[in-house]
């Protein structure tokens, strides 16, 4: 087998300590072959040219001083940037190879036709800076990379043409930007056997949320054809989320997300061996599916994990499936420099009025900007962008550096989490909404408008200029307490923006506020679809649950992964879901519900809550709840996630939920199960014994009990006023069921927003010995300072509650 040269460097010669010597990728490529294969880690075989050859082959060519002394006119603003830069790559493709050089690469491309048995293999002739990927520094394709190179003579040129791309503008204004002396910057080339993703499929992923920082999740884009589509943007890729601490348990199936994406056309070698790439149409069976099976997903991510770990920190990785052979491959892996920086403070934004909604993509980042659009189609026009506009075009490449660094928020077409768009806006610091369909098409030039990235997964675009409010928060300054402060969570695409603070896990979830906007189908009308009379619903439902064997699988598929969102977010901690609480009138308003619902004079006290679990009217359809719960615990492995019975009038109806909920294999006290009932009605109350031996725990719902206390409606402002959870006779309900409940050996808590408004409702609920409050994550930090004062005035009760046998939510 040959041996590496001072100037070829065989991928399992080399470590992540050569980065001096072959830059970063190409070290990174030459850590993984040569420490990570016995741990699973695919990587397709090739070599490196060393900085060395780079730097003689200037000298050889005479062109060092003529470059120095460009860069000095170019510092002087004597020459123009674009200039500079054609100079310099005219000269570089002009230039010969010294022979050594020459032979190397050629040996080496001979080696690699050996070792894979293939006469003039294709390969991809990757560029690797000296001082690129570093951890601090690290934008997307600064040098250019050729794919299907196939020939000696078409390698030597492609290695030339890598050469020249370290002098692209675009390259050449990265490293003005990073401080690195253009002098000192040396280029590696690495040669690596091609696979044929192009009959395959390829894509990125990150080790890490790239837009929380959610460290607990691995992010995959996949895409039809050669990789460059989903790093350049070009498509819109599907998009798998994966929970990295359920990977290694057999049998589980952890995945959190998958999202189809349109997959609009992908990037194939040339007809002939050595030809150019070529883009051509995806067909439609290509876009109606997914890259990737289940399978394949936790092999990716676990394969992330294995290289994180190598790592020590977050990494971004590209990746491709040969589609002759079948294994995924990795070919780069760099550091992730932007989110995996620790935790620090955190600006929190919230949208406040603003105007109608114009287009919505994929969001990156979590900030608010308003502007004026600048719509751009090409790097060719950006002369005429206009400082702090919102930039709008079809999708980016690294030309476009220079006028993203000039963008108040940027907007694309096309693209997902890892394209180019995406990774340089977050370097940048910049709202970007990419993948939004059609932005060049609906906003026009000087148009006003709010590009939104803090509600969440999803993006949106406001006519006009929207308010909003910035609030930094330090979780460093958050307070112990003894009593729980938990969060209420219920939109799934916003989950992993709470990640960072100190919760002690979920303390209500919303079911239906999952079902309303993930799910969207009344789930009769897929258990009784047949029944249907309308046919433009019936041909909606056909279309969104396109793909399930089965109708009511889409309910439990959907329902299951976004209650996941929440149940990672807070992962071993408890995640306390509450079963579905629509009102009859909320129920009609999902796709096909208007045909199953009662019309009810007042729906806030009629068929809601556990009434409907056991009932005939409804209990197929929380049948399929029971599943998805079950598909979170058992498939999933979401065993923190516990549930919650709402509006549940009496110890009879507590009995029949229960059976219900046993039938469709959710047993108290089995595999952990725990089961909690929500006190919201007097008779929670007053038969607390009754109900707590039944449930788990309670949750105080102190809106609805304030309600049926008083015989106050809450929507109601004439009555706004007399709406007040001190109330006395409110306070003694929530003080006697916090009692009854500890000496039944149960814990309570409560869900609700006055804790965080009121300073002395808090210190009403630590004076009774509430076990934990549940608030929305924006009020978090002010309940947690609220309970902590609280606690300190009342003085220390922790040897008291040792005693009491009843602990608290863990």
């Known amino acids: 087998m040959a041996r590496s040269s001072p100037l070829v460097i065989w991928f399992e010669d080399l470590s992540r300590k050569d980065v001096p010597t072959v830059g970063g990728k190409n070290a990174s490529l030459g850590e993984m072959v040569a420490r990570l294969s016995g741990a699973g880690i695919r990587v397709p075989p090739g070599f490196a040219t060393s900085a060395d050859m780079f730097r003689n082959f200037l000298a050889f060519n005479g062109l060092r001083e003529p470059m120095n002394e460009i860069f000095t006119r170019l510092d002087r603003d004597e020459i123009s940037l674009a200039g500079a830069g054609q100079t310099i790559r005219a000269a570089i493709l002009a230039a010969d190879w010294p022979e ?71 390259a050449i204004t990265y490293r003005s930007l990073k401080g690195f002396e253009h002098g000192k910057v040396a280029l590696s080339v690495g040669v690596q056997h091609m696979v044929r993703s192009d009959i395959g499929g390829a894509g990125v992923m990150f080790s890490i949320d790239t837009e929380s920082g959610f460290d607990k999740v691995v992010l995959i884009n996949a895409a039809w054809g050669l990789g460059e589509t989903v790093v350049q943007g070009t498509v819109s890729p599907d998009e798998y989320q994966v929970f990295k601490p359920l990977l290694d348990q057999p049998g589980l199936v952890p995945i959190l997300e998958k999202k189809m994406g349109a997959k609009e056309h992908k990037l194939v070698h040339g007809e002939e061996p050595g030809e150019a790439t070529r883009d051509v149409p995806t067909s439609g069976a290509e876009r109606g599916r997914l890259v990737l099976s289940d399978e394949e997903i936790l092999d990716l991510a676990r394969q992330a994990c294995v290289i994180e770990r190598h790592y020590g920190r977050a990494m971004d990785i590209e990746w491709a499936r040969d589609g002759e052979t079948g294994p ?59 400082d702090g506009s919102i930039l709008v075009t079809s999708n980016t490449d690294p030309d476009w550096v220079p006028v993203m660094k000039r963008a108040a928020a940027i907007v694309t077409d096309h693209g997902g989490r890892t394209s180019h768009a995406a990774i340089v806006s977050r370097e940048l610091g910049l709202p970007a909404i990419v993948g939004a369909g059609n ?52 939109d799934p695409a916003a989950a992993f923006r709470w990640w960072w603070l100190p919760s002690d896990g979920v303390g209500l979830a919303r079911m239906e506020f999952v079902v309303s906007n993930a799910v969207r189908i009344h789930p009769l009308a897929l258990t009784r679809f047949d029944a249907l009379q309308d046919p433009a619903v019936k041909a909606e439902i056909e279309s969104l649950t396109q793909g399930y064997a089965k109708r009511e699988d889409y309910f439990v598929d959907r329902l299951a992964r976004g209650l996941s969102r929440i149940a990672a977010v807070v992962h071993p901690r408890p995640a306390i879901i509450r079963m579905s609480d629509f009102k009859t009138n909320e129920y009609a308003g999902l ?26 009217r409804y209990r197929d359809g929380f049948l399929l709840e029971c599943r998805a719960i079950r598909r979170l615990r058992e498939t999933m492995g979401f065993r923190n996630v516990l549930v919650m019975v709402p509006f549940c009038r009496t110890p009879k109806e507590a009995d029949q939920v229960l059976a219900a909920m046993a039938e469709a294999g959710l047993v108290r006290g089995q595999d952990g199960l ?137």
Not at 366 to 372: C, F, H, L, N, P
Request: charged share 20%.
């Open 674 to 810: 725990e089961i909690y009932v929500m006190c919201e009605i007097p008779s929670n109350v007053i038969l607390a014994e009754e109900f707590a031996r039944r449930f788990d725990g309670f949750s105080i719902g102190s809106n609805d009990l304030t309600q049926l206390t008083l015989g106050v409606d809450r929507d109601s402002a004439e009555l706004a006023a007399l709406f007040d959870e001190r109330d006395p006779a409110v306070q003694w309900m929530i003080e006697t069921v916090i009692a009854r409940a500890h000496q039944a050996g149960r814990k309570v808590g409560l869900c609700g927003q006055a804790p965080s408004s009121d300073p002395a409702f808090a210190r009403l609920l630590v004076q009774a010995e509430i076990d934990s409050i549940s608030v929305t994550p924006d009020s978090f930090l002010a309940v947690k300072a609220h309970v902590a004062a609280a606690e300190r005035e009342i003085g220390s009760r922790a040897s008291g509650k040792a005693g009491s046998g009843t602990g608290k939510v863990t």
């Open 591 to 616: 796709l096909g519900g208007a045909q199953f619902e009662p019309a009810e004079e007042n729906p806030m006290i009629g068929f809601r809550g556990a009434s409907r679990y056991y009932s005939d």
């Open 100 to 170: 050594d050089a020459r032979q190397a690469i050629l040996a080496g491309y001979r080696e690699l036709a050996r070792r894979t048995g293939v006469t003039n293999p294709p390969v991809a002739v990757r560029s690797s800076a000296t001082a690129e990927d570093l951890p601090d520094a690290s934008f997307a394709g600064q040098q250019e990379t050729f794919l299907n190179i196939c020939g000696e003579a078409a390698l030597l040129d492609a290695c030339r043409r890598c050469y020249a791309s370290l002098y692209t503008d675009r």
């Open 439 to 490: 932005a060049t098409g609906l906003l026009r030039d000087g148009q006003q408008i709010t590009v939104s990235c803090a509600e969440g997964q999803e993006g949106i675009v406001y006519e006009g200029t929207a308010a909003f409010t910035v609030e930094e928060l330090d979780p460093a300054a958050v307070p112990a307490t003894r009593t729980h402060v938990m969060l209420n969570l219920a």
């Open 328 to 386: 995924i491959f990795i070919v780069q892996a760099r550091p992730e420099t932007v989110r995996s920086g620790g935790k620090g403070t955190f600006l929190s934004y919230r949208i406040g009025q603003h105007g109608r909604e114009l287009l919505r993509g994929l969001s990156i980042g979590e900030s608010v900007v308003s502007g004026a659009v600048c719509s751009i189609a090409s790097p060719q026009d950006i002369d005429r962008f206009v």
